[in-house]
Structures are given as C-alpha cells and as structure tokens.
C-alpha cells in the first residue's frame, strides 16, 4: 500500500489518551497535530491538487469506486474502529460503513452526470460556455458522532469535485479517518486524502493554513469561530439542530415507537435526530404515554449505544438536570447493569416543559425527548420554528394535506412526513440560521467544493 509523500504525522507530535465510551477506560493513543503536523498535511495535499484537478471525471469515478470497494472488502475493521470511538452497537456502525461506501460511488458517477449552466451563442459573434472548476485543497473538519459517514458526507463530494483534502477527525474517533487515508493513497494517490488526527488546536492550525476552503460540522460555536477564521474563503457549516416533532391528534399508530427509535439512534447523537415533540391539549396525555412507554422498549447497551465523551455526559446531566427541576413530569428509564459504567445515559422524556427551558432552546445531543403542549396548530408551529437552529423537523398526521403544509412552513433544511431520519445520497441535507449553511449531500453539494468560470470567445 502506497503512503502519502508527506506523513501528516511527526515523532515528536504530542499523544492524546483515548478512551472507551462503553467502560470510561484508557484505549490507546492518537497523535495530535501542531505546527509540524498540519504543514506537512496541507502540503502533501497541495502537491497532488493539480494532478488529481488533471483527472477526467471519468477517472475521478473509477478511482472513488475503488475506494468504495476498499471500504467494503475491509468493512469489519471500520467497523471495529468506528465501535472502538462511538461504542455504537454492531448493528449501527455495519449500517454507516456501508452508507459510507455508498456515498463514495454515489459521488464517483454524480460528477460525471451534472449538467452546465448556459452554454452557446449568447452574445451575438461569440460563443460562450462554462468551466466548473475545484477550489483546491479543502480542509474538513468532521465530528465524533458519526467519524466515518461524516467523513463520507464531506470528502466524497470534494474529492469528485477534483479538490484533494486534508481531513481532521475529531479528537475522541480518530480511528476510521486514517484508515480510509490509507486506503484513499492506494486507490487515489498519495496526498489526495490526508488524514490529520488532532484536538481543536489542530483545527484552528488547519484553518489557518494555506488552504482554499473549509468544511466544518460541529458546533454553533466552533462554527462561528471557524468561518471568522476563514476570511474570505468559502465555508460549509452543519452546526446542529434542535429538530421540532409535531405530534397531531390523527397521528399514525407507529408514531411513537418511530420517534423513540429515531431518538435513541446513535444514542441520540444525531443533528437531525427529533428532540422537541410538540402536541395538541387533546392529544397530550396519549403523547406522554405513548412515548414514555416507546421509550421503556428501548435498551441502552442493545439498542443504542453511550455517549461519547465525559464532557457531553456531563453536559446531558446539567442540562437534564436543570430541565427536572421544572417540569412537572419526567419519566426516564434506567439502564440495565453491564451499562453502569463509561458514558451511559438512558431513554428519557421529559414533559410539561416551558418554552425557554434548557432542554428545549439547548441541542441536548442525547437519547431525550421533551413534549411540549400548544393551544392549535399556529402555536404548535410557531413552538417549532422558536428557536435558533432549524436543521430538521418532522410532521405526524394521516392528513395528508395538513402535513404537507405544515411541512413547508417548517423552519428547516429537511422536513419530513410521518417519518424521522429518512435519508439518501440523492436527497440534499442542510441548516439554516444557527444551523449554519451549506449543503450535503445530492448532487447540489458538488457547488459546494466548485467554482463556475464563464469562458467567452469573439467568434469574427
């Protein structure tokens, strides 16, 4: 196998200690990236930027489907590596290494597809068309909660796009990100993907850095701080969600089970993932019931997996904390006893929950739900569209008419219909206002990691 011709990595790199989010254990170490580190990354990447930019789509195609297939043939080792970080259950991670590779061959025949802009004799005596042309190198900086189909949402598009990239994973999961560098060098080239293992001093390091445009998913936050880093250059960010459920009175009979499994997947860790169910006065009561025993149905340890880090589980217990103390009706479910260590934290709802409560304005980015009561419909939806992020929502009703409605007037990139967490490579992914801007997936990515260049020739 082929390594890059710059190691992003030195000997003298400072280590971090990683641990298990299932046992709260030592795992091992992983390097962190300083000066020396991010210079070295970002320099093999520009260095194979005008080779890799040479490559015809089609080329670009056949090289990202053999990546795919590298994914695939050693599947079982991403996915110990990703269970390794995340502590997802087999299951979970199986699924998001296949969805990775199928990202790759997505993006691997959607450049080659994508139709120009106006081309031809748009001007009289010249003729006239349109260049896409890539950026450069991109620097994407993923988050822990889904290291490798994080990876996949940001590189694969990039990468069809003709940029190379340096990808920094986040400091708890470094483990899926540099093996898929060191399969990108075989299947790609040395230097078209690097992998720069690190903690957020690495990330404002690579920011700083000679590179032509990040893409960040993470925090509100760090989101900020990232794009008043980048200066003129272009950004992507997904900066989280806080995702409204309105829950009506017609709702179907597998709302509540989907709902609970929905917010339990990846133990909550999902930016899309429904947090906020909102209900009607008639249908409250059922609402509380039905969910807090859809709830009691999902396992910590067989259904979902811990938390990821001591931060976020302390995080969950103050915000969690501060909601108990006001509301007037909380249910939670403990977690059976091999779950008593690491980051564990149970399936809970809390009800009767005020609209500035912590659990509601924050993004808990954990297995809980809260429900929220409104007088109609308008107040249900302005409940929804009332805090700053507006990633995704999702509408429950057997009218059809009334939900696609209130589908559309959703404050949110994605919105769905009696169904949470539906997605496909063909489907595009986005937030608005604190949710940040830019879109993943589908073909309307690739603008992401492009630019367009209009070439006009007198023709006489």
């Known amino acids: 196998m082929n390594a890059p011709k710059a190691d992003p990595r030195g000997p003298h790199a400072p280590a971090l200690t990683l641990t298990d989010p299932r046992t709260g254990r030592p795992r091992g170490t992983s390097v962190l990236g300083r000066e020396r580190e991010t210079g070295a990354a970002v320099a093999a990447a520009r260095e194979a930027a005008a080779a890799w930019r040479a490559h015809t789509p089609g080329e670009r195609a056949r090289r990202l489907d053999r990546l795919a297939s590298l994914v695939d ?11 390794a970080g995340t502590g997802k259950p087999s299951a979970e991670a199986e699924s998001e290494v296949a969805g990775a590779a199928e990202l790759l061959r997505f993006y691997a025949g959607a450049a080659r597809a994508r139709t120009a802009p106006a081309a031809g004799r748009l001007v009289e005596g010249h003729e006239s068309w349109v260049r896409w042309e890539p950026l450069g190198t991109v620097a994407a900086i993923v988050p822990w909660n889904y ?13 069809a796009a003709g940029n190379t990239v340096v990808l920094k994973p986040a400091e708890t999961t470094p483990d899926s990100a540099t093996l898929l560098a060191e399969h990108a060098a075989d ?11 690190g903690d957020r001093e690495t990330g404002r390091l690579l920011v700083a850095a000679p590179v032509d445009m990040v893409a960040f998913t993470g925090s509100a936050a760090a989101g900020a701080r990232v794009a008043a880093a980048a200066g003129t250059r272009r950004v992507s960010l997904e900066l989280g969600g806080n995702g409204p459920a309105l829950v009506l009175p017609d709702a179907p009979e597998h709302t509540w089970d989907d709902l609970a499994a929905a917010v339990t997947y990846n133990a909550g860790q999902s930016c899309a993932a429904p947090a906020r169910v909102i209900t009607l006065p008639e249908n409250y009561a059922t609402a509380v019931a039905r969910l807090t025993a859809a709830l009691a149905r ?3 340890g067989r259904d979902f997996g811990p938390l990821n880090n001591a931060d976020q589980a302390a995080r969950w217990d103050r915000i969690v904390g501060a909601s108990a103390a006001r509301v007037r009706r909380a249910a939670r479910m403990a977690p059976g006893p091999r779950e008593r260590e690491g980051h564990w934290r149970p399936a809970t709802l809390l009800a009767d929950v005020p609209p500035d409560d912590p659990a509601v304005v924050d993004e808990v980015f954990g297995p809980l739900l809260t429900v ?17 992020q507006a ?8 009218d059809l008419a009334t939900g696609l409605d209130l589908a559309g007037r959703l404050d949110a990139g994605e919105a769905w219909l009696n169904c949470h967490l539906v997605q496909t490579p063909e489907l595009p992914h986005g937030g608005r206002g ?3 801007q830019g879109t993943d997936l589908s073909v309307l990515a690739l603008d992401e990691y492009q630019r367009p ?3 006009t020739a007198r023709l006489r």
């Open 73 to 83: 043939a050693h599947a079982a080792d991403y996915v110990e590596r990703e269970r």
């Open 147 to 159: 290291p490798l189909m994080m990876a996949a949402w940001r590189c694969a598009p990039a990468l």
């Open 187 to 197: 299947a790609l080239g040395a230097g078209v993907l690097v992998a720069l293992p």
């Open 298 to 300: 999902r396992h910590a």
């Open 372 to 388: 929220q009561r409104a007088a109609g419909v308008e107040e249900a939806l302005a409940l929804a569209n009332g805090v700053p």
């Open 391 to 398: 990633l995704a929502g999702s509408v429950w009703t057997r």
């Open 434 to 436: 604190a949710s940040g």
């Open 453 to 455: 260049k209009t070439v």
